[in-house]
C-alpha cells in the first residue's frame, strides 16, 4: 500500500473529506471523528473506513457520498471506496479537540 499516488495522498485525501460537514452537527466529519481510516494504494484507489453517529442515522447515505465525492475530487485519485462500520462505535471523545471545544465537550 502507498501513501500516494499521482499527487494525492492520505493526507490531501483527508482535507477533501473536511469539506463534508454532517447535516445535523453542521460540523465536518473528519473532525468530528467519523473517519476510522483513509489508505491509498498504488493503483489509484482511495479507501475510506468511516462510522456515522448512531446506527440507523438518515444522513448515512449523504455522509458515504459525500465522502466518495470528496476522495474522487482529489487529483491522482481514480476510485473511491467507502467501507461503513460500528466498530468501534462511535463517542463523542473520538472528535479533535477543536471539535469538542466547538461542542462544549470537556475531558474529563
Avoid at 30 to 46: C, F, K, S
Avoid at 77 to 86: I, K, M, P, Q
Wanted: aromatic share 6%; glycine share 10%; charged share 20%.
Amino acid at each position: 500500500m502507498s501513501g500516494t499516488a499521482g499527487g494525492a495522498s492520505m493526507e490531501v485525501i483527508r482535507d477533501a473529506l473536511r469539506l463534508v460537514i454532517d447535516p445535523e452537527l453542521g460540523y465536518n466529519i473528519v473532525d468530528l471523528g467519523l473517519i476510522y481510516d483513509v489508505a491509498l494504494t498504488g493503483d489509484r484507489v482511495a479507501r475510506i473506513t468511516m462510522t456515522t453517529t448512531t446506527r440507523g442515522c438518515p444522513a448515512t447515505d449523504y455522509l458515504q457520498s459525500g465522502a466518495r465525492d470528496a476522495a474522487l475530487s482529489v487529483d491522482g485519485v481514480g476510485t473511491a471506496e467507502v467501507t461503513l462500520t460500528y466498530d468501534p462505535p462511535w463517542t463523542p471523545q473520538m472528535m479533535t479537540p477543536e471539535a469538542k471545544a466547538h461542542f462544549g465537550i470537556v475531558d474529563e
